[in-house]
């Protein structure tokens, strides 16, 4: 109804079918790979070769590069990070495991990793695993990312074993609201900057620790 001239659909499409019915309508942009997010670098760049504006697409990524160089400070080199969700209301703690998927880039960028034992139980999940609230050990780790959705943070230090996980202890806990967990889970270029900005503090104290 909206008769588009482009279509972008990202992670959004999930199946052959669902790429087919869109792309009837208008030329449009799938999945670049098979991680479940793509990293937001080429995203940018498949922007630029669509419309025309690939010099301008490299300008923002040199310029997004530059500003995640300079966050990395020698501290977190091998530090570990990891990017959650607890769903308060389904009791349920939704963690990014693939190194791959687009919202590790940054974690790597900066020159960390994912918790080895959180890749190892990811598997093949399209990126994510979901655990049972008991699992807080999944999110063992020097930073950690983490929205409690539906919930409050005292909804966090109530799961027993939260409060003696390291990032609680060493200063890396961020506890964020939706925008900013969608800003780190489904990243553009934008939204890298902004990300950045709100874990300042956390990345501070982890390359201190």
Do not use: C, H, K
């Not at 974690?107 to 399209?126: C, D, I, K, N, W």
């Not at 049972?132 to 050990?137: M, Q, Y």
């Not at 539906?150 to 966090?156: A, I």
């Amino acid at each position: 109804a909206l008769e588009p001239d482009l279509v972008l659909g990202a992670w959004q499409i999930t199946s052959q079918n669902d790429y087919d019915m869109i792309s009837a309508v208008a030329p449009t942009i799938g999945p670049l790979g098979d991680t479940g997010v793509d990293r937001w670098d080429e995203q940018v760049r498949v922007l630029g070769e669509v419309l025309g504006r690939t010099d301008d697409a490299e300008r923002i990524i040199a310029d997004r590069n530059a500003e995640i160089e300079e966050a990395a400070l020698p501290g977190l080199e091998g530090r570990t990070a990891a990017l959650s969700q607890y769903v308060t209301n389904e009791q349920q703690v939704v963690v990014v495991a693939d190194p791959d998927d687009g919202a590790a880039a940054l974690f790597t960028q900066l020159g960390m990793t994912l918790p080895p034992a959180l890749v190892a139980e990811g598997g093949a999940s399209q990126g994510r695993v979901v655990l049972g609230p008991e699992r807080v050990d999944a999110l063992v780790a020097d930073l950690l990312i983490i929205l409690p959705r539906g919930g409050t943070e005292q909804d966090l230090m109530a799961l027993p074993g939260f409060d003696r996980l390291p990032a609680v202890t060493g200063g890396g806990l961020a506890v964020v609201d939706f925008p900013t967990v969608v800003a780190f889970n489904t990243p553009s270029s934008l939204s890298i900057g902004y990300a950045l900005d709100v874990i300042r503090p956390q990345l501070e104290a982890v390359a201190n620790a």
